[in-house]
């Protein structure tokens, strides 16, 4: 096999997502938010580009298309020529014949089989699996392997696979690499925290260890994060990736780039989050074994609590930390979620996955056990309403877990006293809190909290009940601040104070529920009204008075905090507006509870639309009026569909069609589960978030005889 001659060609079309197919190879030596740029990260000539131009001599050994004349000795077909072939095909064999091509290679897709894009001046094909010579080395075992920018000379037998042309099992015999018109020599080396902080678009020449890969769906490595003794930085490159090998030291030309999903991006914007701090567009100019990196040297000691609630304003993307944390698990009939959890058990996070949790599975023997762990935010999950961090666990360190017994004090309060408190309150709250904390896990004993309030005539604790009762009176009007301390038997005690203030919200201007339907798009509103059951599939709930429903969107992916619940009377802020293409659904967003009255758990039902059978509900004319309602339906059946992906649906005798329920997985409606074969009363909303010409709905409540289940998918589970 020709040896290959090492290429330092550069891409410069940077693809939003990361590295995309990138002209670059190399043999191996052996097995934040500035945007100011550094002057070392600044090329010393011109940027380079992906074409790249020869020598003479080299000129003189290649021909039109680029790659050897020497090539040109086999019986060659162009792809057109194998496309006709291919086309003229009418069964699922391949053909007995093999053909031989010299073809450039566009992207590698599977790094394991070495499936590939091809092309040549007249048309392009793919190749399912690649092999050496002789057909016994797959192309993941090849001691050189081909990559995206390579020309290659391959044989073997051409397939149509359902209209795809492609070499089946194609046997590899030669590799061409172009010479490159750009040498690393022009660039000078940055530390990964001077890459951080240069400007997007920046050419930056890095050297690092390779800490982690991330994976696609079919388990191929589509990138890395790596690390120098200065910080960590993720590599987005699916050609690239599959090259190198945890541990190794590997030096990189690449462009830096900040990455957010292109229907993100408004939504990014809007909660100032600026992107994945990453590498792109990369050529891998060298990678060799490396001594063990020392994950300490660079991580940031944090709680999980503490990076979670990190603001989106802030760049902590790809930044290595390091927490005490308990790890989580959860499977489900196709996929399996691990989670970094704090030390409460459930403040946390499932883990970023592409491949349904076969990533991580590396994971298993730390599954419901107290570790030190080492993890990035890869990046952030954006919707209109907040975000969430997704978290990339990076390696589990071997010192053994052991709990500071003097920060159970502190623990006590951050993680169970104080959450139990909001800011404001616009009634009496009549919340038996916490008065000890402990943990047989953490090996802690009793830690006891007590309560005070600098202004007992607006907040004031009380013994009843044989508990400790918090009450405000918020036609007080006025402020005080609640004094929490805990105290643990020869450890420290700690204290937080919070500040509070009662408000009469009864006696302010709001709207109805009726009224805010009512308003025109992109009215700011003060309703007071009852929290009713979630909306599936956003984060929100319905709000419900005597004179109607609206689906209402919280601002803040963690609003459902606790502090509310199903029933409580509320004073809600938000804005009116519509959802899809087409002004479909009614709805208010950017909604914040500035106030709860608190109630017993009910909801007016007076607004509620009873008579109407499914058959009514699918002969009207759809319309966004419709999602601003709620249909009682009775001797209604729930039914699933079959499958992997189940769909859940509501019947009524003589109407075999039903009314999908609107969801993104069946999960979200898994509660009905209980009342398969029953006849039962269903409470429901038309919806359409997606612009649909049918009527989907969106279940608020089941009754079952004298029993009614909301649908609590939104709130904490107490």
């Known amino acids: 096999m020709k040896t290959k001659s090492l290429f330092y060609g550069f891409a410069a079309a940077l693809l939003l997502a990361g590295c995309g197919p990138t002209t670059t190879s190399s043999q191996s030596a052996s097995p934040s938010e500035s945007e100011t740029p550094t002057e070392t990260s600044t090329p010393t000539s011109s940027s380079p580009t992906s074409s790249s131009s020869s020598s003479s001599e080299e000129e003189d050994g290649l021909n039109e298309e680029g790659f050897p004349k020497e090539w ?4 060659l077909k162009t792809a057109s020529e194998l496309l006709t072939i291919g086309n003229a095909l009418t069964g699922e064999d391949p053909t007995s014949e093999s053909y031989y091509m010299a073809a450039y290679i566009d992207s590698v897709t599977n790094p394991t089989y070495g499936n590939m894009d091809i092309s040549d001046s007249t048309g392009e094909l793919e190749i399912y699996g690649l092999y050496s010579k002789d057909g016994s080395v797959r ?7 081909p990559v995206a920018g390579d020309f290659i000379l391959i044989s073997g037998p051409i397939k149509n696979f ?10 590899l015999l030669d590799i061409y690499t172009p010479v490159p018109s750009v040498d690393p020599d022009d660039y000078e080396f940055s530390t990964i925290a001077e890459a951080r902080d240069v400007k997007k678009g920046t050419a930056v020449k890095v050297k690092g260890t390779v800490l982690r890969f991330t994976y696609n769906t079919n388990l191929s490595a589509t990138g890395f994060v790596m690390a120098d003794s200065t910080a960590s930085i993720y590599v987005y490159d699916s050609q690239i990736a599959p090259q190198v090998n945890e541990g190794e030291e590997v030096t990189l030309i690449a462009s830096k780039d900040y990455w957010i999903l292109d229907d993100e991006v408004s939504f990014a914007e809007k909660h100032g989050y600026a992107g994945c701090n990453q590498l792109t567009a990369c050529t891998l100019v060298e990678h060799k074994a490396a001594e063990q990196f020392d994950y300490d040297s660079i991580a940031k000691e944090a709680t999980v609590k503490e990076v979670l609630e990190t603001p989106f304003t802030t760049d902590i993307t790809s930044v290595l930390y390091k927490s005490q944390a308990y790890i989580g698990k959860s499977e489900g009939g196709n996929f399996v979620n691990y989670y970094i959890n704090d030390l409460d058990e459930k403040t946390g996070q499932y883990v970023y996955t592409q491949a349904s949790g076969r990533d991580f599975e590396w994971m298993d023997e730390y599954v419901d056990k107290f570790v030190n762990i080492y993890y990035v935010a890869l990046n952030a999950k954006m919707t209109e309403s907040g975000g969430n961090w997704r978290l990339l666990p990076i390696a589990v360190s071997d010192e053994p877990f052991v709990f500071d017994m003097g920060y159970a004090t502190e623990f006590a309060v951050e993680y169970f006293a104080a959450p139990q408190f909001g800011s404001l309150y616009a009634g009496d709250p009549k919340l038996k809190v916490i008065t000890s904390v402990s943990s047989e896990k953490l090996n802690f004993g009793t830690v006891n909290l007590t309560y005070t309030s600098s202004n007992e005539d607006v907040a004031y604790f009380a013994t009843e009940e044989g508990g400790t009762v918090f009450h ?8 005080a601040t ?4 805990a105290t643990l038997d020869g ?3 700690y204290t937080r104070s919070i500040d509070i203030k009662a408000v009469d919200y009864e006696t302010m201007d709001a709207v109805t529920v009726k009224e805010a339907i009512e308003a025109k798009d992109g009215d700011k509103l003060t309703i007071r009204a009852y929290v009713g059951p979630s909306v599936v599939n956003k984060n929100g709930f319905y709000l419900i008075d005597e004179t109607g429903v609206i689906a209402t969107e919280l601002l803040g992916s963690d609003a459902f905090d606790g502090t509310f619940t199903i ?19 009614i709805r208010l967003y950017d909604a914040t509870i500035v106030g709860n ?13 009873t008579g109407k059978t499914i058959a009514d509900l699918q002969a009207m004319d759809l319309s966004a009026d419709m999602t601003a309602r709620a249909y009682v339906l009775t001797d209604v059946t729930i039914s699933k569909s079959s499958g992997m992906y189940p769909t859940y649906y509501l019947n009524q005798a003589g109407n075999d069609q039903g009314i999908q329920l609107y969801s993104s997985s069946a999960a979200q409606y898994a509660w009905l589960d209980a009342f398969d074969g029953k006849q039962v009363e269903v409470t429901m909303a038309p919806c359409n978030w997606n612009a649909k010409t049918y009527v989907r709905g969106c279940v608020l409540s089941v009754k079952d005889g004298e029993q009614v289940t909301y649908n609590t998918l939104n709130f904490p589970s107490k």
């Open 597 to 609: 009255l608190y109630g017993d758990g009910a909801y007016p039902t007076d607004s509620f639309v």
């Open 72 to 75: 040109e000795s086999y019986d």
């Open 162 to 171: 359902n209209g795809t042309i492609e070499f089946e099992n194609a046997h």
């Open 139 to 145: 192309y993941d075992k090849l001691e050189t392997k």
């Open 472 to 479: 405000v009176n918020y036609q007080a009007n006025s402020e």
């Open 491 to 493: 450890q420290k005690e």
């Open 482 to 485: 609640i004094t929490i301390k």
């Open 567 to 585: 029933g409580d009377r509320v004073v809600v802020e938000a804005t009116r507006g519509f959802y899809g293409n087409g002004n479909t659904q």
